[in-house]
């Protein structure tokens, strides 16, 4: 299995701009289907935004399509999520994922994971 690692949060004004990295390690990153989740204080874990195996399919969740676009680079063993129009609702621990298929994303959330990485805090101010 592999091991992933969200980075590249941090506080950033309402409007304004970052791009998370997730680093996977330990396994055939190609192999899954990787997806980005986030959690706000005291909020359930929601799924966010996926990319396919090789990159050449997204999906995006209503509340972010249109400002977030996530990407990825096997060759670096790596997804990125550029996260534009920052609102004050997007603070939250963002979490990279691993599963088979778009469809244990939409269908199962959280419990179509099959690797979590560690998060990183993305905190958006007024």
């Known amino acids: 299995r592999c091991s992933c690692r969200a980075s590249g949060g941090g506080l950033v004004q309402a409007g304004g701009s970052l791009k998370l990295s997730c680093a996977a390690s330990g396994g055939t990153f190609s192999d899954y289907y990787m997806g980005w989740f986030r959690q706000a204080p005291g909020k359930e874990r929601k799924f966010v935004a996926a990319?396919?195996?090789?990159?050449?399919?997204?999906y995006y969740q209503d509340s972010v399509r249109g400002r977030f676009t996530t990407s990825r680079d096997n060759a670096k063993n790596t997804m990125y999520l550029q996260m534009n129009s920052l609102k004050l609702e997007d603070t939250a621990v963002y979490f990279c994922?691993?599963?088979?298929?778009?469809?244990?994303?939409?269908?199962?959330?959280?419990?179509?994971?099959?690797?979590w990485g560690k998060g990183t805090q993305v905190t958006v101010s007024s």
């Open positions: 994922a691993a599963a088979g298929t778009l469809g244990d994303y939409i269908n199962k959330g959280v419990d179509g994971v099959d690797h």
């Open positions: 990319v396919s195996w090789s990159g050449g399919s997204t």
